[in-house]
């Protein structure tokens, strides 16, 4: 019977069980993006209006900021749906990534609104635009502060519980909505006081929030792309590995790909251990892994013979 001193590293892969529904995390995704799409739809929309009401630019800015939304919430369904298709010879892995991409498509929508927000901001400065109506651009301000908090919660709790990093992206651009309104608001009230400049200076306040959120976002999409994880989760997989008698030491490893945490584990075990009593401590490296790790959503066990 063939030992683990015989050959060379033998690998075994497992699925990890866990109490994870895929199918209920994709539709409250699905949820989630639908219900933040009208409701920022609608909120632009109003505050488009009264931005051309007024001629403020502050309000202009982060009403085609919510509409904008509206365009991510359409990547990041595209990004859901793609990343259901099942593997291929070409992509074994299936299309997981996908919902990864579609928070790089948030991060491109997010500095194109800071370019245009900081354009019109600038232009209004520099011409001594005017600004009318004022109170009711106060009033369209309010609402984009109140409807994107909602829907930036809304988003937040859901990406949370289902670990959806595209879906966390897309809650932070709401909560900078949010912001941008604020500061929307606080440049109405500037200009209320007889300050005219406060319009443009408030356009260009929300300019560096959309440009500080986009950095963020662009830094949590690279960081996933270039397979970065928690230290944290490397070591709970090599405690809850090392925990299982007969491994000697472990090493772990792990990337995402969408949802999915993947770890591999080497195990440096007794070199006269058979093949078959070398997978079946795998199985239960598994089980520990993912009663340590429920994140996890597959493990790949490599035996190695522990040197004597």
Same mark, same amino acid.
């Given at each position: 019977m063939h030992k683990i001193s015989g050959i060379r590293e033998p690998a075994a892969a497992f699925g990890l069980l866990s109490d994870r529904d895929d199918a209920a995390e994709r539709r409250a995704a699905n949820?989630?993006?639908?219900?933040?799409?009208?409701?920022?739809?609608?909120?632009?929309?109003?505050?488009?209006a009264l931005a051309v009401l007024t001629g403020s630019v502050g309000l202009?800015?982060?009403?085609?900021?919510?509409?904008?939304?509206?365009s991510t919430?359409?990547?990041?369904?595209? *990004?859901?749906r793609l990343s259901r298709r099942p593997p291929t010879d070409r992509y074994p892995y299936g299309l997981e990534r996908a919902?990864?991409?579609?928070?790089?498509?948030?991060?491109?929508?997010?500095?194109?609104?800071?370019?245009?927000? *900081?354009?019109?901001?600038?232009?209004?400065?520099?011409?001594?635009?005017?600004?009318?109506?004022?109170?009711?651009?106060?009033? *369209?301000?309010?609402?984009?502060?109140?409807?994107?908090?909602?829907?930036?919660?809304?988003?937040?709790?859901?990406?949370r519980r289902i670990h959806s990093a595209t879906l966390l992206a897309d809650a932070r651009h709401s909560w900078l909505d949010a912001l941008s309104s604020a500061g929307a608001l606080a440049g109405l009230?500037?200009?209320?006081?007889?300050?005219?400049?406060?319009?443009?200076?408030?356009?260009?306040a929300v300019t560096v929030f959309i440009c500080h959120v986009g950095a963020e976002v662009t830094g949590d999409v690279v960081h996933r792309l270039?397979?970065?994880?928690?230290?944290?989760?490397?070591?709970?997989?090599?405690?809850?590995?090392?925990?299982?008698? *007969?491994?000697?030491?472990a090493h772990a490893r792990a990337r995402w790909t969408g949802r999915t945490l993947r770890v591999e584990i080497e195990g440096w075990v007794d070199p006269d251990l058979t093949i078959r009593d070398a997978d079946a401590l795998g199985s239960r490296?598994?089980?520990?892994?993912?009663?340590?790790?429920?994140?996890?959503?597959?493990?790949?066990?490599?035996?190695?013979?522990?040197?004597?």
């Amino acid at each position: 019977m063939h030992k683990i001193s015989g050959i060379r590293e033998p690998a075994a892969a497992f699925g990890l069980l866990s109490d994870r529904d895929d199918a209920a995390e994709r539709r409250a995704a699905n949820r989630a993006v639908g219900v933040s799409a009208i409701g920022l739809a609608a909120t632009g929309l109003v505050e488009l209006a009264l931005a051309v009401l007024t001629g403020s630019v502050g309000l202009l800015g982060d009403a085609i900021h919510n509409l904008s939304d509206v365009s991510t919430s359409a990547l990041v369904f595209l *990004g859901f749906r793609l990343s259901r298709r099942p593997p291929t010879d070409r992509y074994p892995y299936g299309l997981e990534r996908a919902e990864d991409l579609a928070g790089a498509g948030i991060a491109v929508v997010i500095w194109a609104s800071a370019a245009f927000a *900081g354009y019109e901001s600038i232009h209004k400065l520099v011409s001594h635009g005017h600004t009318a109506h004022v109170t009711a651009g106060m009033v *369209g301000a309010v609402l984009g502060i109140v409807g994107n908090q909602v829907v930036a919660r809304y988003k937040l709790i859901v990406g949370r519980r289902i670990h959806s990093a595209t879906l966390l992206a897309d809650a932070r651009h709401s909560w900078l909505d949010a912001l941008s309104s604020a500061g929307a608001l606080a440049g109405l009230i500037a200009v209320a006081l007889g300050q005219p400049w406060g319009d443009p200076v408030a356009g260009l306040a929300v300019t560096v929030f959309i440009c500080h959120v986009g950095a963020e976002v662009t830094g949590d999409v690279v960081h996933r792309l270039a397979d970065g994880v928690d230290p944290a989760d490397l070591t709970a997989a090599e405690a809850a590995a090392g925990s299982v008698p *007969g491994v000697v030491h472990a090493h772990a490893r792990a990337r995402w790909t969408g949802r999915t945490l993947r770890v591999e584990i080497e195990g440096w075990v007794d070199p006269d251990l058979t093949i078959r009593d070398a997978d079946a401590l795998g199985s239960r490296v598994a089980a520990a892994v993912c009663g340590e790790l429920p994140r996890a959503g597959s493990l790949t066990w490599v035996a190695r013979a522990a040197p004597q």
